[in-house]
């Protein structure tokens, strides 16, 4: 049976999803039969079939599949079964050549398309997640560590002769003095961490929250 359409899917649908959309096609343009037939339904996915198969379904879109293969099952006689992907089905490896065409189409409407599993939720959160806290690490390990891009630190490692302060000239520019000495940033660190000068312990009592405001504020580099 060919069924002549192809869409593509967003990135988001899991491979479950894709196969309950084709199997409620499936069930759709067998209805408008009238032939009474023996129709086997192959699929190389387990998830997918055991979906079906529940006797507790949650997913909308599982629900909707299910019906449409009870409809048709009301007149023609209907199984589901596994096989081996990529083993040279026949069928299947025609599947797999559409979803390789299909894959190359833009999505035409708003997305998401279907609606997100739990699982791609929390993998999308966590990447997101972690993301921001390498970002947010990134900016504020710098100033506090002393690995970074201050000239005392460049000049240990032997990429500038000179570690003098950029800003005012005076003293070493390192991680203690952009935080808590240096003159020509004193208006920034009145204005942001309460005081125009410092000492180190204080740098853990204002926390990196607002040691990460004080170095965006000021344009320092990390």
Known sequence: MYIPAMWRLIGAVIIVQSHMILG?????????????????ICSDSQAAIKALSAWNIMSGLVLECRRALDDISAKHKVSLMWVLGHAGVKGNDMVDHLARMGSGNSFVGQEPALGLSANVIRKTTGEWIQNQHSLRWNNISGPLTGHNTFRRHLFVMRVVNDPTCTWCGEEEESSAH??????????????????????????????????????KRAGLRN
């Open 24 to 40: 409620k096609l499936i069930g759709d343009h067998v209805c408008q039969s009238e032939e009474r037939r023996r129709i086997t």
């Open 178 to 215: 952009i935080l808590c000495r240096c003159e020509t940033l004193g208006y920034h660190r009145q204005t942001m961490l309460g005081s125009r000068t410092l000492e180190p312990i204080d740098i853990k009592r204002i926390g990196p929250k607002n040691v990460l405001a004080f170095a």
